[in-house]
């Protein structure tokens, strides 16, 4: 049940889930009664999309009178619910006729297993009891995520019921072409003629059995469409486990560089619309320069990428590891300042200094979800992460209402590149005594802001067209729309990702865009 914490806390353990969200799935006879009782506000949209045949999981805001079980989302401001979708669930909810949480048949982090003899061994030590059935799963797919921004209901996540998806080309393909995606939210995409078709959500290939799945799923795309790829499109960071598996393919591979990606993949979104200017913020990917990028504004259209803009570079001590320990991209950015952070979590960082000063595994970067890391350890909300992208969440859930933001100071470095330097807003969270809520909340209004200032100066160096807004970053509600707002109150056309997600779900997309760019130019 949702409200039994105790139980919630038990499969937290053995799942194990320690901190990630859990989706809570309502009965379907009188749902909205229920999502009301219980403190759960669903919009008009949301309510559409809850019963739509696809049945995703929606992200609703918890209201005041919230009563469920604080461990369903810890930490955050909105609650991830479903409908029943199954004959099984519609037994079940009918008959306990109160919400229940429903989450994948699998360990954290890998993906869904759907043989009921590989559930049994996998979950044995999850699960305390098996209810199977005898109809094969033939395909796993995670459920469909929705997140209203914006006004509109947008993917974080393709899966059941949703995916998967089918989008037109803009020219016709010389010859097939697979595109195997980035590391992270892992997606493919098969692409022939004027079509491509992108699959459902794989995941992290961190864990050989996503990396089985990844494989499994390349061969079942192409035997399904009756299409053999000729070419394989992959992200340029050869280290990348979708990488790796092109090297090894014995196709031709074209890399795409992560960022053109992405900006690819909403311009394929809307192939009518250029030149673009688009802001591709992200955690981490492969630059053109061999450095870590994510915080880039890049002018063009598919194939044609020019960087023009980005943030203050840092160095990142450790590496990937700060992916998942945010005080480290705090230390960072408290180190290029020359400032000194006093609630730092662990006890000695004197060997960690002398690597940052030597830049040992310490690659550079701009990107802007570790400045999210970075504030959420500053601001006290979390040090280390349990997954991807929790303090970003929690930094956002977070902020109040204030409208004040620090200007960002944004110059032309030596290389021709314009450069927002992020330092005030970090000096401020080192040193004010605002609340939390407040500190949040100016953190996230100065960087819409800079996003602002960005563009009105290219706008006076570019002829520049529809402003995209595109890359993970981009799924922080509140963040994207005041950017938005401010944007198209300055004249200028923005657009976001629709069909697919913004995230790294959409890198497969691009990178076919990309192909496709290149082959019609040739």
Request: aromatic fraction near 8%; charge should be negative.
């Amino acid at each position: 049940m949702a409200d039994n914490e105790a139980a919630i806390l038990r499969l937290r353990q053995k799942k194990p889930r320690l901190a990630k969200p859990l989706a809570v799935m309502l009965p379907l006879t009188a749902w909205q009664m229920s999502a009301e009782l219980v403190g759960i506000e669903v919009t008009a949209g949301e309510s559409t999309l809850l019963q739509d045949p696809q049945r995703p999981i929606v992200l609703a805001r918890k209201q005041a009178h919230y009563s469920l079980s604080a461990q369903i989302a810890p930490g955050l401001a909105e609650i991830g619910v479903m409908l029943p979708y199954s004959p099984l669930h519609h037994l079940l909810l009918d008959d306990l006729a109160v919400p229940v949480i429903a989450t994948s048949a699998n360990l954290s982090g890998e993906p869904v297993l759907t043989a009921n003899a590989e559930v049994e061994q996998h979950l044995s030590q999850v699960a305390e009891a098996f209810l199977h059935h005898n109809r094969p799963i033939v395909r796993p797919a995670d459920d469909s995520v929705y997140r209203t921004i914006a006004g509109k209901p947008r993917p974080l996540r393709l899966g059941r019921g949703s995916a998967p998806v089918e989008l037109n080309l803009p020219h016709v393909l010389p010859q097939p072409v697979l595109a195997v995606g980035s590391h992270l939210k892992n997606t493919i995409a098969l692409a022939w003629d004027n079509r491509v078709v992108v699959s459902p959500h794989i995941g992290d290939l961190d864990a050989p059995r996503s990396l089985d799945v990844f494989t499994q799923l390349i061969d079942d795309f192409q035997n399904l469409y009756g299409v053999k790829a000729a070419i394989v499109a992959s992200d340029a960071h050869p280290n990348y486990g979708s990488s790796r598996w092109a090297k090894q393919s014995r196709l031709p591979v074209i890399p795409v560089f992560h960022h053109h990606a992405h900006a690819s993949a909403l311009a394929g979104e809307f192939p009518h619309e250029q030149p673009w200017l688009i802001f591709t913020w992200d955690g981490v990917g492969l630059g053109v320069d061999g450095t870590l990028w994510g915080g880039e504004a890049l002018y063009g259209q598919p194939g044609h990428w020019q960087r023009l803009a980005s943030l203050r570079p840092f160095y990142l001590p450790g590496g990937e590891k700060a992916g998942r320990e945010p005080w480290r991209s705090a230390l960072a950015l408290c180190w290029e300042m020359n400032s000194s952070w006093h609630q730092v979590p662990v006890d000695n960082t004197e060997l960690l200094y002398q690597a940052w000063q030597q830049r040992f595994n310490c690659p550079q970067t701009t990107a802007v979800g570790r400045l999210f890391d970075a504030a959420a350890a500053l601001t006290g909300i979390l040090h280390t992460a349990n997954f991807e992208g929790q303090g970003p969440m929690l930094l956002e859930s977070a902020s109040n209402d204030s409208t004040t933001y620090l200007e960002l100071p944004l110059s032309l470095n030596s290389t021709g590149l314009w450069q927002t330097d992020w330092s005030p807003v970090i000096e401020y969270l080192l040193t004010s005594g605002n609340s939390i809520a407040e500190k949040s909340a100016v953190f996230h209004n100065s960087l819409a802001h800079a996003i602002l200032n960005q563009a009105k100066q290219l706008r006076t160096l570019y002829a520049i067209g529809p402003v995209g807004l595109g890359g993970g970053v981009f799924q922080n509600r509140r963040l994207t729309e005041l950017a938005k707002r401010l944007l198209e109150e300055a004249d200028f056309s923005v657009y976001l990702m629709e069909q697919l997600p913004t995230n790294d779900a959409s890198i497969s997309f691009g990178q076919i865009i990309e192909v496709v760019a290149i082959t019609s130019n040739n």
